[in-house]
């Protein structure tokens, strides 16, 4: 399935560096066939955008996980958060809380969070470490686990929740999200650090059609509209991203001349105009994910439909 929004994006941003302005939505179609194949496009992203699926709230609980570490930078210093996946089909996330928290001991396992379709459930302060991925990857990251479900419904509110888990933890420790580097999979993991060889989430995702690019193009959505709007949705908008001109990075924002750096959205016609309602905080990181020229400024998308000026990006 390929998003016409996607397309459409892509084609308005060609279009916009010539200076020709966007072109309309009957203008575009003919395109799709010939541009679909180009890159990640996710079916499960758009169908949690078409269908406006929403993360549920993260519960907190105290587990039974009794040793207390900090990270290697300290108490409170994660670096980033691990993602896995269970391997356990039809074990719930409240299933395998009462697994661990009975069995950790034995097994040597422990993780911050267990997520499924209908729960996200916290059983460790994040603040301290836990076992999940061999010890050098422990003493640097937030570890959540993805459960197993049984249908694309099912997938996709599970994915929602577990992106939002991971954005909500990267925010909460003001760490940028940078893919790979402050977000990895636990197979990541093991090609960086070697001290374990296990591969998930990959082959689960993949048994869904789906991957790491694509959750990271979510992460990145949920991030940033929390971060502008609290709101992973950010009043409504798409949370699919990827498009085949697609320009991922993090950016670092600051403006000299004032107390918070502006942003603005396009129209239809593809004219700039003020967002006067909210603006990006001096000197923090931002995921974008694609640029847009327009009067001799190279815009970076940061939301939706919000998109910073190149002059106030900073190294
Ligand atoms: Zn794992």
């Known amino acids: ?27 575009v179609v003919p395109q799709l066939v010939i541009q679909q194949n180009v890159k990640a496009a996710s079916a499960i992203n758009d169908y949690i955008s078409n269908n406006n699926i929403q993360p549920v709230s993260i519960q907190n609980e105290e587990g039974t996980f009794s040793k207390w570490f900090g990270y290697e930078n300290g108490v409170g210093k994660p670096e980033g958060v691990v993602v ?69 419904d099912e997938f996709a509110r599970s994915i929602s929740n577990d992106a939002y888990y991971i954005a909500s ?9 940078t893919p790979g580097t402050t977000v990895l999979s636990h197979n990541d993991v093991s090609n960086k650090y070697g001290d374990t060889n296990h591969t998930d989430p990959v082959g689960y995702f993949a048994a869904w059609g789906y991957s790491m690019d694509q959750f990271y193009d979510l992460i990145g959505t949920y991030y940033n509209n929390l971060k502008a709007s609290g709101s992973v949705t950010n009043g409504g908008g798409s949370t699919s991203t990827t498009d085949p001109d697609t320009d991922s990075s993090t950016i670092k924002v600051n403006n ?32 974008t994910d694609k640029t847009k020229d327009y009067e001799g400024h190279t815009y970076h998308r940061v939301a939706t439909n919000e998109w910073v000026s190149d002059q106030y990006i900073v190294n």
């Open 1 to 27: 399935m390929v998003s016409k929004k996607k397309l459409m994006a892509s084609v308005a941003t060609t279009v916009a560096l010539t200076g020709a302005g966007f072109m309309t939505v009957g203008q």
């Open 84 to 152: 896995h996946e269970t391997a356990t089909p039809g074990a719930t996330a409240r299933n395998e809380v009462t697994y661990f928290n009975r069995e950790w001991s034995t097994m040597y396992s422990y993780v911050h969070a267990f997520v499924d379709n209908n729960e996200i459930i916290n059983i460790h302060n994040t603040d301290y470490g836990v076992w999940g991925a061999g010890q050098t990857a422990n003493a640097k990251y937030i570890q959540i686990e993805l459960c197993e479900v049984s249908t694309t």
């Open 256 to 287: 000299t001349d004032g107390y918070y750096v502006p942003i603005v959205s396009f129209d239809s016609t593809g004219v700039a105009t003020a967002v006067k309602s909210r603006a990006l905080a001096n000197n923090t990181p931002w995921y």
């Open 169 to 177: 933890k990267l925010i909460q420790y003001n760490l940028p999200f």
